[in-house]
Structure formats: C-alpha cells, structure tokens
C-alpha cells in the first residue's frame, strides 16, 4: 500500500467538495464517503487502483492523506495514481498549500516538468536513458553470445532505474521500440501497464538467462519478472 499526505489551507468542507469533484472527473467512481472518508477506485492499465482518502481538520489547516494499492506487488499503478492525484489537486487555485508543504509541493511539480520534458526530447529523460542503456548492454551480450540458459542460484538485489515485463518477448518489442526512438509508444505501453520498473532493493531469485535477459523471482513471492541483466546485483 502506498500512503500520502498533505496540509492545505483550505478548510474541510470545501477540500472534500474539491477532492470528491477531482475523483468524479479525473480517476473514476466514488464508492463511499462520509463526513471524513472517500473511498474510490480507478484503472491504470488493466489493472484496478483501489483508493481511500481521508480528509480531516486541524485547526486552521486540511489534512489530505490518500491510501493506494493495487494487486501488483510493485504497486506501479498505486504509486502513479498517487502522484496524479496530488500534482492534479494542487493546480486547483481554491487549494491553498500549507508552508509546511512547500516542499513537497517543489519535488512533485518538478518531477511533473521532467514528464513533460520526457514527452518532447527522449535525451533528456532518464527514463530512455536508461533503457537505451540496458539496449546497448543487450547487443553487447548479444554480440559476444552469451550463454542462453545460464542460471545462477542465489539471491539477488535490483538496481534503480531498470524495467520489465512478465514475458521475454514482450521485452524484446520493449526494447526494440526503445531502439527506434519510438517514446509515444512506449509511454502508452508503460500508462497500460505492457511493463513496468523494477523498484530498487528488493530481494529475487534468478531463474533464467536468456541473450543478456534475466528472469527473475520477487522472494517471498510467485511474481516473475523479464529484464534485462543489469537490472540486478549481487
């Protein structure tokens, strides 16, 4: 589950008007709410975002915290819808944002800049950057022919900034659309969940080795991802 919470200068009443009013336009239906709670879903690919706001007085301040959590252990969807959620709210000119926020505030439109910057000059992201990376990483592998089934016992940890998909070949297409340049395509795929990013420290099984991928095992768990082999360390 992914949580998070702001203090806004808006009172009660007229934030869960504005909050109630966003979820019905932006993200989907409303399934409860109560002087206190709204709990709503949304869709971020095929997957089903459940989601709950709370939204409780402080004196002269708001507190807004939303709870978000999908079935996907990596939680991609619940972590974006989060993220949309809070950079959406903050453009409504009748929420006014606590100092105490200002912070977060500068962190979220900042990287919201990056995403419009990604859209428009694929060098500058960080994202391709890294996939392109893993790209050339792969032909290398390929080149030198590595071997095609070597596994390796052991556990290992993932690396920031890598991404997957639950078949081989669909990480092929990934990273062959990468290779063309093809960024619209690839932010379609990635906003319908066709893949997703491996998040950084989490403990897997290597299970398979295939031209420079590797599929691997979140421990603990039966979810197997496809990326590619710097994706993981020792």
């Given amino acids: 589950m992914i949580q998070e919470s702001v203090l806004v200068d808006t009172p009660k009443d007229e934030t869960k008007k504005i909050v109630k009013n966003l979820i019905g336009k932006t993200f989907g239906n409303v399934s409860y709410e109560d002087s206190r709670h709204i709990v709503w879903s949304t869709r971020f690919g095929l997957q089903t975002v459940h989601c709950e706001t709370h939204i409780i007085s402080h004196g002269e301040l708001t507190e807004i915290t939303t ?8 939680q991609t969807g619940a972590k974006k819808t989060i993220k ?12 006014r944002v606590s100092q105490q926020e200002s912070k977060f505030i500068d962190t979220l439109e900042s990287k919201r800049s990056l995403k419009e910057d990604n859209r428009t000059t694929a060098s500058s992201s960080t994202k391709w950057g890294l996939i392109i990376t893993g790209i050339l990483i792969f032909t290398l592998l ?32 990934i990273l062959k659309l990468a290779n063309q340049g093809e960024q619209d395509v690839l932010n379609q795929l990635y906003n319908e969940g066709f893949y997703a990013e491996v998040p950084e420290g989490i403990e897997v099984y290597l299970e398979e080795s295939k031209w420079g991928a590797v599929k691997i095992r979140a421990k603990g768990t039966n ?11 020792d």
Avoid: C, M
Wanted: net charge positive; aromatic share 20%; charged share 20%.
């Fill in 84 to 95: 949309k959620f809070y950079t959406t709210l903050f453009q409504n000119p009748n929420i």
């Fill in 223 to 233: 979810l197997r991802l496809w990326t590619v082999k710097e994706a993981i360390k």
């Fill in 142 to 173: 390929i080149s030198s022919y590595f071997s095609e089934n070597g596994s390796k016992a052991g556990i290992y940890i993932t690396k920031q900034g890598y991404y997957g998909t639950t078949r081989y070949e669909d990480l092929k297409q």
């Fill in 67 to 74: 709870f978000s959590h999908t079935d996907d252990i990596w």
